[in-house]
């Protein structure tokens, strides 16, 4: 089965610190995704990325850096953390624009700016 | 933004075929049909897609309309377990991004 695994779980930081959420997946998956998912607002894409050091801004990159250095990790960085980057972070993994391309996603870490 | 419309709640007693409506009037002849659900404090997961032929798989069966304006996702015989937030989704085939609405709250009850 696929795994998509993120760093944690929960994660409470300051105003203005920096903040890395990291997520692994074990498929040798070409594609990776960052969604952040608000009440009332469904999943919106962050970023994705369809290779090693390949980037793609989604709907709302802004505030939002990635890096995927390696084929399995992709890292969401925010530069400098706001209270409105309150939120669910969730990672998913997928084949590339393969016929049915299912994304895997990973349990989501729940991220709290105070 | 999302192509597809669907009604944010649904009740449906368990063991009872559960029917999920979605409007897709916009979409394109080469765009699919996904739906996915997402159960509380879990990522979403994967259930079934199509472009114009019914589908059905261990999870559920897909209709699509003729004119693939519109779509039902079925749960043959719903579970307490089905008690999710299921999203329909429009992709153009062979492109990688999904596009999430906010979908429908499916509540299976005793």
């Known amino acids: 089965d696929v795994k998509v695994t993120q760093s944690s779980r929960y994660l409470v930081k300051r105003t203005g610190e920096k903040v890395f959420l990291e997520c692994v997946q074990d498929?040798?998956?070409?594609?990776m995704f960052w969604y952040r998912q608000d009440p009332g607002l469904g999943l919106r894409l962050i970023y994705f990325s369809y290779d090693v050091k390949m980037k793609e801004k989604g709907d709302i990159p802004e505030g939002y850096s990635v890096s995927r250095e390696k084929k399995e990790r992709f890292s969401l960085i925010l530069e400098s953390a706001s209270t409105n980057q309150t939120s669910m972070y969730l990672c998913a993994s997928a084949e590339r624009a393969a016929g049915v391309n299912e994304q895997f996603f990973g349990p989501g870490t729940r991220l709290t700016v105070l | 933004d999302a192509k597809t419309t669907q009604p944010p709640s649904m009740d449906c007693a368990e063991g009872r075929a559960a029917n999920l409506p979605c409007n897709h009037s916009t979409i394109s002849g080469n765009e699919y049909v996904y739906w996915y659900r997402q159960i509380h404090s879990q990522g979403p997961q994967y259930i079934i897609h199509?472009?114009?032929n019914n589908e059905t798989n261990e999870m559920a069966s897909l209709i699509i309309t003729e004119d693939r304006k519109s779509s039902t996702l079925i749960l043959p015989h719903a579970t307490l377990r089905d008690t999710a937030v299921y999203y329909c989704i429009v992709r153009v085939y062979n492109t990688d991004k999904l596009i999430f609405g906010t979908g429908t709250r499916l509540q299976v009850f005793p």
């Open positions: 498929m040798d998956h070409e594609n």
């Open positions: 199509g472009l114009k």
